[in-house]
């Protein structure tokens, strides 16, 4: 069973939504962080968004605040991540990603990471 599953990418035109899932049931070990991450080709990974085990988001990145939302639902062991007002620059691969030492889903803390889901945003 994969750790980590994502969900929930598309084609989506400028301006509209989507919704990600990350199930996080193959996941046994304990944590502090859980969140998303997203990479275009030839650019490096870049932090997303991040939820503590609480439910307390920890992190937005500039470039997505106001407009992505990050929620988990402990009882389905999966995590969300809302996107709204999605422009052509959020095309990506979305990683989620597990964060064993923080609750910021920092670099240094993450060493689990799904197999990522393609969101396009195009007209």
């Known amino acids: 069973q994969l750790p980590l599953v994502e969900s929930g990418g598309g084609v989506v035109q400028p301006g509209g939504s989507l919704r990600l899932s990350c199930l996080a049931s193959g996941f046994t070990k304990n944590y502090y962080g859980i969140g998303w991450f997203r990479q275009v080709p030839g650019k490096e990974r870049e932090r997303i968004s991040c939820i503590a085990i609480t439910g307390t988001p920890t992190y937005y990145a500039d470039s997505v605040k106001g407009r992505f939302a990050i929620s988990r639902d402990n009882a389905k062991n999966t995590v969300y991540l809302q996107m709204n007002s999605l422009k052509a620059e959020d095309t990506a691969i979305y990683y989620c990603?597990?964060?064993?030492?923080?609750?910021?889903?920092?670099?240094?803390?993450?060493?689990?990471w799904g197999k990522g889901t393609l969101v396009t945003v195009s007209s």
């Open positions: 990603a597990i964060d064993t030492i923080g609750t910021e889903c920092r670099s240094y803390g993450i060493n689990v």
